[in-house]
């Protein structure tokens, strides 16, 4: 009986097993989705942990015990937190809920300009026909004035309910920073010896790297938007260039939040829209090429079709928290695909340089024997 070509039988160890992992994939997104809440704040918590481990190494490093570089790393995280939310938290609260009022006046205000546009187009028989966006925006008008007061009472309630979510959260953060180390060797000590201490390792480096970069480049867009918005006289000028800010931490989710954000003041003032449109890309520009190099350097070397289909899994997945861990979690595969890559290339180098050394033993000697 003859023998399969090598390249079919290649191709057959990996087409048969793929039917069960896509079973499997599907199975633990369901999962995911039955669990919760449950499974984003263990993830949060997760990693905010991981974030976190970096100042407590470093506390270890000068010779604080761990329980008390953990105790004094999670206060100080605390304290942040509560500064936050005593100072920037309230004043952001405050122009979220004066935007909400605004929205119907400024959905109306687009309808007009938009009118007027398509006077313009008739009288000059372009062929520009805005009938349905018109028709779309004055039904949301009447849309928003007829749920804004649920909705006010739908967000205080989802309010309570995060302050919740985010009590469970900081405990559980606490516990990982304590006792995480050891749950998580537990956890890759089940991956094989030659893959478990590179994942982990890689895991954290990535996690720590991305994130500290783009909670940094975050911070310098949004002051910097916050300073050029509050000149332009743009409405909401922090709750925008916050909003633009955090979105920063999701690749090319600033470029979404520009776009959202000139889009609602274009509603208000199309010219006002634009120059926020086109100052604020100039912005995140050049902070990408000045800035962003230097703080992240080579990070993932992702390709940017990866990245995106990276971001369409997490967020499958995981929602907004697997947007947030997507880029390095792929950053991590990818690591461990290298190395896997590499010790495939060294064993085929030492097959073949113990087949130079050893003729008597090679593939060839052995097939003219059979």
């Known amino acids: ?58 506390l270890e490093k000068r010779g604080f015990p761990r329980t008390l570089a953990v105790g004094a790393v999670f206060l100080l995280a605390l304290s942040a937190a ?57 039904e949301r ?31 559980l953060t606490f516990y990982f920073l304590l006792h995480g180390e050891r749950l ?34 975050a911070t310098i867009m949004s002051v910097a938007l916050s300073l050029v918005f509050w000149l332009l006289k743009v409405p909401f000028s922090a709750l925008f260039a916050s909003a633009i800010g955090l979105m920063v931490l999701i690749p090319f989710g600033d470029i979404v939040g520009i776009v959202a954000v000139s ?14 449109l086109l100052i604020a890309a100039a912005i995140d520009q050049a902070i990408d090429q000045a800035i962003a190099p230097r703080i992240l350097g080579q990070f993932t070397g992702l390709n940017p079709i990866w990245v995106i289909i990276a971001l369409l899994l997490g967020a499958k997945a995981g929602g907004i928290l697997g947007l947030f861990i997507a880029v390095p979690i792929a950053a991590t595969i990818k690591t461990l695909a290298e190395d896997w890559r590499d010790r495939q290339k060294l064993t085929a180098h030492s097959s073949k340089d113990s087949s130079i050394f050893h003729p008597e033993i090679s593939e060839e000697t052995l097939t003219k024997v059979e």
């Open 1 to 58: 009986m003859s023998e399969l070509p090598k390249p079919l039988l290649r191709w057959m160890n990996w087409g048969l097993p793929f039917p069960f992992l896509v079973l499997n994939i599907g199975l633990l997104l369901f999962v995911l989705r039955s669990l919760q809440p449950i499974v984003t704040i263990v993830g949060t918590a997760a990693l905010l942990a991981f974030l976190l481990e970096y100042p407590v190494f470093l």
């Open 82 to 138: 509560t500064i936050f939310g005593i100072t920037i938290a309230p004043f952001l609260w405050d122009q979220l809920q004066e935007l909400s009022g605004h929205l119907p006046s400024w959905l109306d205000s687009g309808t007009k300009q938009l009118q007027v546009l398509q006077v313009w187009a008739d009288s000059r028989h372009l062929p520009l026909d805005l009938s349905d966006l018109v028709t779309n925006l004055q």
């Open 141 to 171: 008008v009447s849309q928003e004035v007829r749920l804004l007061p649920t909705q006010t009472v739908n967000f205080a309630i989802a309010t309570l309910d995060g302050a919740i979510e985010f009590l469970v959260t900081g405990v």
């Open 184 to 217: 998580w060797e537990g956890i890759f000590l089940w991956l094989p010896p030659q893959v478990g201490p590179r994942a982990q390792s890689a895991l954290q480096q990535n996690f720590e790297k991305y994130f500290i970069g783009q909670a940094t480049i």
């Open 263 to 276: 889009a609602l003041v274009a509603l208000n003032s199309v010219w006002l829209g634009l120059e926020v």
